[in-house]
């Protein structure tokens, strides 16, 4: 499936504080906030989110995870980002990128 060029990054489980932290740490570098995923969003598919297309809500629940998930950045953008997100996020949350097959997996079967 082909990817999406827009540079975003999705948010899930992240606290207020946590969110807020990593949303200033865009906006000082021009980013656009992140993006978040809600819990019943467990069966929209990453495109959707990245999207905006609204999908029936899912009753699966999602785990207690914390996850920021990178779309469009290219690799030294990626790298130079998440060393500055390191200073704010907490050691338990998966760092990933969204690729070509991912883009095609509901939000459940990404985080399984």
Known sequence: MELINEKLILSYGLTKDEEEKLNSLLSK?????CKVIEKNMGNVTIK?????????????????E?????????????????????QIKSSNTILAAVTPTSISWTVNYLMQ
Do not use: A, T, W
């Open 29 to 33: 570098q021009n980013m656009l906030p």
């Open 48 to 64: 959707e989110v990245l999207e905006n297309i609204e999908s029936e809500k899912s009753k699966i629940e999602l785990p207690h």
């Open 66 to 86: 914390k996850l920021l998930l990178f779309n469009g950045y290219k690799d030294k953008e990626l790298y130079d980002l998440i060393d500055s997100i390191r």
